[in-house]
């Protein structure tokens, strides 16, 4: 159960409505009447959220990444900070996107993947120093500008600050998966 109380509409200041009543008009209600995952705490945040959500929809659709590396990188996100909605919501966009199932099997489990495409490599490294290590070395960050330019790289770093940031708010407020769903973690 959520930790967040469901919202009332009518409590909800002009910000926070315009905002709700646009993740309406992209996303639609859960049958809970809730908006689901990290929305309704974006909400709450008003104009905070509202440019929340305009990050998000950059991320996802707005760069010169292709996006299967985006989508690896918010798996590599999700699996650090074992955010089960985030990594339930985004395993089906990450192998439609083309991520190998063998990919995001072993990042799932915490393995090291075993990559066929030097482009998946680069950006699983990239993104999971910045988890692991909090800094990317020399040689991590050349590999990945000469796969992903130096705009690429900025974006790579943007998606994983991005849903770090998610993962907190997913995991803080306890965000439950939707009803039958078995939690990937």
Known sequence: MSRLNPLDYDSLDE?????????VGLRGLGDDGRLGGPFDAMVLAGGLGRNLGRVGMAIRGDTVLD???VELAILVA???WKAEFEWWAHEPMAL???????VVAAIKSGDEPAFVDPRDDAAYRLCR???L???VDDGTYATAVE????VGVVELIATSGYYTLISMLLNTHQIPLPEGETPPF
């Not at 409505?17 to 646009?22: E, G, Q, W």
């Not at 796969?147 to 130096?150: A, N, Q, R, V």
């Open 96 to 102: 439609e996107a083309g991520v190998p199932a063998e």
């Open 15 to 23: 910000n926070q409505k315009r905002h709700f009543d646009n993740v």
């Open 133 to 135: 290590d909090h800094q």
């Open 147 to 150: 796969h992903f330019d130096e």
């Open 78 to 80: 999700g699996q650090f």
């Open 67 to 69: 996006r299967r590396f």
């Open 129 to 131: 120093a910045l988890h």
